[in-house]
């Protein structure tokens, strides 16, 4: 989608701090990490949020969270544990209209969220 910042990031026109991509799933660090380690997990195809998703999208949100096992387990956060957070539309907290999950590790999380 051409004024998403998040498919210019796959598209490389915008740089990132890539640390996984196969041909559905790319992964980088956040530009403002809120916690030591903070990844952001996206799908290739620009799906607009949660709310967005179809039954032909079922195959790629499996692969999602099987990066997610995998690049956690290599990163060695997936010992203490970790956080996924996705934020859906406005009161969701949503900014950036493009389907991503939160990664953040490296400290205690607490709840409930804000
Ligand atoms: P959300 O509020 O759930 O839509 O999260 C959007 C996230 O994207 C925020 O945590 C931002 O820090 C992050 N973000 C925005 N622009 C960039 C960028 N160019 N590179 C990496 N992360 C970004
Ligand atoms: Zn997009």
């Given at each position: 989608m051409a004024d998403c910042i998040f498919c210019k990031i796959v598209s490389k026109q915008i740089p990132s701090e890539v640390v996984y991509e196969d041909d559905q799933v790319f992964v980088f660090h956040d530009?403002?990490?809120?916690?030591?380690t903070h990844l952001l997990v996206i799908p290739?195809?620009?799906?607009?949020s949660a709310a967005h998703?179809?039954?032909?999208d079922k195959e790629l949100l499996g692969q999602m969270f099987v990066v997610i096992k995998n690049v956690t387990e290599k990163l060695g956060l997936d010992k203490e544990g970790y956080r996924i957070v996705n934020n859906c539309g406005e009161l969701g907290g949503q900014q950036v209209d493009h389907l991503h999950f939160h990664v953040l590790g490296g400290r205690q999380m607490q709840w409930p969220p804000g």
């Open positions: 530009i403002n990490p809120q916690a030591p290739k195809e620009h799906i607009q998703v179809t039954e032909k």
